[in-house]
């Protein structure tokens, strides 16, 4: 029997860090805790300016809606796709609280990489436990939450890659190639307009603010090797396994991958691990 993400750690919402509360609020969606799961007023500022730009540029998505996209709906943007989230937000509002759906956003998010959650990303990122983490570096992870794969803190490189990155770790072995891990200097100016917002919507002080801009936060950044053997496993099965998803569930095949990695689904398989070593 295999999990296809058996690593995730599940935080409860009353072990939640509060700090991380606030900072992911105001900056994701500070009417949270008001709106009913979409809110109208950004919904209509980001039609006008996706009209004004002729192009879908902005979303205007809530917690809630961000959530019913990681777990059922794909990344397209599209009007369909929207109104779809839209709806079933509203829906999902009525079914659980408010803070149902902030825990279950808190634990399923994608923070780049192969993480999702919160805690996930604690330890990945940093080598600690999220409790631990401070507001530096819980806004580092919520930066990540726009553009995983443009913020991600950390990238790979090939290790003969030249570049001017701070080093993170060198010589990473994986499938017999070596890399080393770099900062992503993208999320320097994220985390500058993160620290500004939260001095002017008055989540910090102005001691706190110039704490936070004069923190080094790539310094707390280390490179953790994740247990990789089961999805060794898996890379044999997997295309198998999200086609049974898209028949069972009717979905695409991004909407079956999706449904895979946020359900920590386990299926058992006939693949003998011990075969496969001979």
Not at 159 to 180: A, R
Request: glycine share 4%; proline share 1%; with cysteine.
């Amino acid at each position: 029997e295999y999990c296809f993400y058996p690593n995730r750690d599940y935080v409860e919402r009353k072990d939640i860090p509060e700090d991380l509360v606030k900072i992911l609020l105001n900056t994701e969606d500070r009417s949270f805790y008001e709106h009913g799961g979409i809110n109208i007023k950004s919904i209509l500022a980001s039609i006008l300016q996706n009209i004004k730009s002729m192009k879908i540029v902005r979303g205007g998505s809530t917690i809630d809606q961000q959530l019913i996209k990681n777990l059922y709906l794909t990344n397209e943007k599209s009007l369909t796709r929207k109104i779809k989230e839209a709806y079933l937000a509203v829906k999902l509002n009525k079914e659980l609280t408010k803070d149902e759906i902030l825990e279950l956003y808190i634990n399923k998010v994608w923070l780049g990489h192969d993480v999702y959650g919160f805690s996930d990303g604690a330890k990945f990122y940093f080598g600690k436990e999220l409790k631990d983490l401070n507001k530096a570096e819980l806004s580092l992870l919520v930066g990540t939450l726009n553009a995983p794969s443009k913020y991600k803190p950390f990238k790979l490189l090939r290790k003969n890659t030249y570049t001017e990155d701070y080093l993170i770790q060198d010589n990473i072995e994986i499938n017999n190639k070596l890399y080393k891990c770099v900062y992503n200097n993208k999320v320097e100016n994220k985390l500058k307009v993160i620290y500004k917002s939260l001095l002017d919507n008055q989540v910090i002080d102005l001691e706190e603010y110039e704490k936070l801009v004069n923190y080094d936060v790539k310094k707390s950044l280390k490179y953790q090797e994740k247990n990789d053997e089961i999805k060794k496993d898996l890379i044999v099965v997997k295309e198998d396994i999200i086609k049974s998803i898209m028949k069972e569930k009717n979905l695409s095949y991004n909407e079956a991958f999706g449904y895979l990695k946020n359900n920590n689904l386990t299926f058992t398989s006939t693949i003998d691990k011990s075969l496969q070593e001979k």
